[in-house]
């Protein structure tokens, strides 16, 4: 089945950190079909904002048919969705993108920001080793969900939690090696994890949170370079939305 767009009612909505919500869909359908690293674009109810706002899966409940979305307040339209309450409907289409593949017997799985909430089902789903590092500016979130999952290593901005600095000053503080490296984050973050994934011979499965416009491949909002030709454009570019958002270390610009 492909992408589904339906109206999911709110089951849950909680505030987890300063301006990080917790939200709880009744999506069934999406459940059914989504994986790990895919996402869903949510609709605003106000009609002058009509582009959908793509958020990752953080959790799925096959069971329950329920979604988990964990997002930040950034701007207007987070700031709408964070309005909503129990019982509240939104707009949703997904499950959208690629999402990660599971390979290897020893991950290292990396979270950055807004970028940790999509690691969460990936480390519930993969059946390896798994050793968890997450980057916080200076408050933690989802850090105990993580800790059911594998062995978690933590690093701040701020240095209040775990190792002060990045991702990468975690994974050398505590020697982390694997076979195979998940992560999602800011941009300098996976550049400087696809260049130590192509330095060390790590694979590398990275997922890109850039901007987006249509959300499914049509407009070319979201474009950024590859290294080989894209078939939809020809050129050397490929579409995080459709194309990603997990990509290998070494097959787009970081
Ligand atoms: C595949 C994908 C998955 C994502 N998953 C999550 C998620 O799980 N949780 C989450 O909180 N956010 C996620 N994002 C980012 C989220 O889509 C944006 O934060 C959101 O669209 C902002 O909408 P807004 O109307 O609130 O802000 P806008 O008014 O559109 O923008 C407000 C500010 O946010 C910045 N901004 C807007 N979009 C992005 C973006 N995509 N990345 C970085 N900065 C942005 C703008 O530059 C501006 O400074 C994801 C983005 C993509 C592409
Ligand atoms: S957002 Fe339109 S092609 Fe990706």
């Not at 049509?218 to 370079?225: E, G, I, Q, T």
Request: aromatic share 6%.
């Amino acid at each position: 089945m492909g992408k589904i767009k339906m109206t999911a009612k709110v089951l849950r909505h909680d505030i987890i950190a300063s301006d990080i919500y917790s939200l709880i869909l009744s999506a069934k359908d999406i459940a059914d079909e989504a994986k790990p690293g895919q996402f869903v674009s949510l609709y605003s109810a106000d009609g002058s904002r009509l582009l959908p706002r793509p958020i990752s899966i953080c959790e799925i409940d096959r069971n329950a048919g329920t979604l988990r979305l964990v997002y930040r307040v950034v701007g207007a339209g987070t700031k709408e969705f964070s309005t909503l309450s129990s019982d509240d409907t939104i707009d949703i289409l997904g499950p959208l993108g690629n999402g990660f593949k599971p390979e290897g017997s020893k991950a290292i799985i990396i979270g950055g920001g807004i970028g940790i909430p999509p690691m969460l089902e990936l480390s519930k789903q993969l059946d390896c080793e798994k050793q968890i590092v997450l980057g916080f500016r200076d408050e933690e979130f989802l850090s105990e969900e993580f800790e059911k999952h594998g062995t978690v290593y933590k690093s701040s901005d701020a240095g209040n939690i775990g190792v002060k600095g990045t991702v990468m000053d975690a994974i050398k503080e505590y020697g982390i090696s694997g076979d195979i490296i998940y992560a999602c984050g800011p941009l300098p973050m996976l550049r400087a994890i696809s260049e130590y994934a192509l330095a060390n011979g790590i694979k590398a499965q990275l997922s890109m949170e850039e901007k987006m416009a249509c959300g499914v491949g049509a407009c070319l909002a979201c474009v950024c370079n590859s290294t080989d030709i894209d078939e939809h454009s020809k050129v050397h570019n490929k579409r995080i939305c459709k194309d990603g958002p997990v990509f290998y270390a070494g097959e787009v610009e970081f």
